[in-house]
């Protein structure tokens, strides 16, 4: 009985002398025409005959030590390239059977299609927010899409008094886990603080700004987050993530400090480096920071050129929304961040920055946006009357956010009247839209992401480092309610990000 590292010898080495056909043919059929011996495809034809060369000799020499692993990869990776690249017969969808290991067709969204030697990253960031969601942290690693997956617990204050400040954890259960989730492949686990609204995993503003001035001075919030990490599970932590959505101090009312509130964070985040380096000499701790894209973040907010230099991930959300209180049908001013938008807010990162910083990481989201729009009288604040016939109101009470995979299933449902946005100008004079409480969903279809990012990269190439992504749980990580697959707003990143074989299948359709 053959093993299977012989059957996968013996299936590159068909692969290669198949392979030195295809070139025969080629040269053959272009004698006459030398230049096309130059094309894309060619190249990589050859490319891949190099490469099937050299894993025929390293298979002989795993052999000798009955090492079947690498074969097996080897022989997946020559198959799967084959077929994006169109060298065997391809089928409708193309990635891993995920019963047999076996490719099955046109998405290589995988580290073995990823090229070398170009230093992009896709960081992914899983909550308790993604277990509750039913995407098992093992479910996320096996789909090879994240180069780094930054698991976040969850940590607060437990009190509004300066003069208690203790770090309470909130997730515990995932806290209690932390030598299980730090030991898997590719995975960091950070602790995470809050800057926004939600009083459950953070402080607002006003009271952030007032504890950090107050405790940074007197050195109490550093020595709770050295405190926290010392602690047994401490040890399994390599990191502190940050949420800073707000362009500074909102108001007067919390202006009680004698610097601002980005200078504030600059420091305490330096003094926190410098503590965990002296307690910890042999480790790395990263931190990382998550930020919005909106233009006011860019120039009010953030001392960005002072960040940049301690921080190892700079996350921007710029994949956010604009919501407008009035619009015409076809609506045409709300699209899910524009490419103009996009370029504001990286460009503006990058000038405060001062430098190329590859810590800088352009953000998808999987989360969308739906209005209910209705006949309505405007507002004071935007002048007095009735709307003329064409025109309605966007109810912002009723707009809530919604799961890209939820989104799937409510339009491909006849029975609901929704109608989708994309935003492309063609693609809106195409739509119908009914003028009545009709609801509209505002998102990017999985081919528009990928067009996003690649027009961003083409243009940033070598001043930032990835793309990442949040709320992953919110993408068809089933791949059965969308139809075009698992994973389909974090393939559409990776193929926008290093490039592929195939064109992705369109995930909304109306049944």
């Known amino acids: 009985m053959t093993t299977s590292l012989e059957r ?20 053959s059929a272009n004698m006459l025409y030398p230049w096309r011996l130059i094309s894309p495809q060619f190249i990589i034809l050859i490319s891949l005959h190099i490469i099937a060369f050299a894993g025929n000799n390293s298979l002989r020499e795993l052999k000798k030590n009955n090492f079947d692993a690498f074969a097996t990869v080897n022989s ?39 090229p070398t030697g170009i230093d992009r990253r896709v960081i992914c960031v899983y909550e308790k927010n993604d277990i509750v969601r039913g995407l098992s942290l093992d479910l996320l690693i096996e789909s090879k899409l994240c180069t780094t997956i930054l698991v976040l617990v969850t940590i607060r204050f437990d009190s509004k008094v300066p003069t208690n ?23 960091k686990l950070h ?3 809050g800057t926004g609204m939600s009083m459950n995993d953070s402080m607002n503003p006003i009271d ?21 990490s010392q602690k047994p ?14 362009p500074g101090c909102p108001n007067d009312d919390c202006k009680v400090g004698p610097a601002s509130d980005e200078h504030m964070l600059v420091k305490a985040l330096n003094e926190l480096s410098s503590a965990w380096k002296s307690k910890s000499p042999n480790k ?84 969308l946006i739906r209005y209910a729009l209705s006949d309505s009288v405007m507002t004071a604040k935007y002048g007095k009357g009735k709307l003329a016939s064409d025109e309605y109101y966007v109810n912002s009470s009723a707009s809530r956010y919604i799961a890209f995979s939820d989104a799937c299933a409510l339009i491909s449902n006849a029975s609901n009247n929704y109608t989708v946005v994309v935003p492309k100008a063609e693609e809106l004079n195409k739509t119908s839209y009914a003028k009545s409480d009709t609801t509209f969903i505002s998102f990017d279809e999985t081919n528009d992401i990928i067009d996003k990012v690649r027009k961003i990269f083409d243009k940033y190439n070598n001043r930032i480092g990835g793309i990442w992504m949040k709320n992953i749980s919110h993408d068809d990580f089933t791949g059965k309610i969308c139809g075009c697959g698992p994973f389909p707003s974090l393939r559409a990143g990776n193929e926008g990000l290093f490039g592929g074989g195939c064109t992705m299948k369109k995930c909304f359709t109306k049944k």
């Open 8 to 27: 996968s010898e013996a299936m590159l080495h068909f692969y290669f002398l198949w392979q030195t056909r295809l070139i025969v043919l080629n040269v």
């Open 76 to 114: 997946l990776m020559s198959t799967c390239i084959g077929q994006c690249l169109g060298l065997f017969e391809k089928t409708d969808s193309c990635g891993f059977d995920r019963a047999t290991g076996q490719p099955i067709g046109g998405y290589c969204m995988s580290d073995f299609f990823r």
């Open 165 to 187: 400040i203790r770090m309470v954890i909130v997730d515990e259960d995932m806290h209690m886990d932390a030598q299980k989730i730090s030991s898997k492949p590719t995975v």
């Open 191 to 193: 602790y995470k603080l």
């Open 208 to 228: 952030f700004s007032r504890t950090f001035d107050m405790t940074i001075r007197r050195g109490r919030w550093v020595d709770a987050m050295v405190s926290l």
């Open 233 to 246: 599970e401490g040890q399994y932590y390599s990191g502190l993530y940050i949420r800073w959505l707000y």
């Open 284 to 367: 790395v701790w990263e931190l990382a920071m998550e930020t919005s894209a909106k233009a006011d973040n860019i120039y009010m907010g953030l001392g960005i050129e002072l960040l940049g230099r301690v921080l190892h991930y700079f996350l921007i959300l710029t994949y956010e929304w604009s919501m407008p209180v009035m619009t015409t049908i076809p609506p045409k001013t709300f699209f899910q961040t524009p490419y103009d938008k996009i370029d504001l807010a990286i460009d503006g990162y990058l000038k405060k920055a001062k430098r190329d910083n590859k810590r800088f990481f352009l953000g998808i989201n999987p989360t």
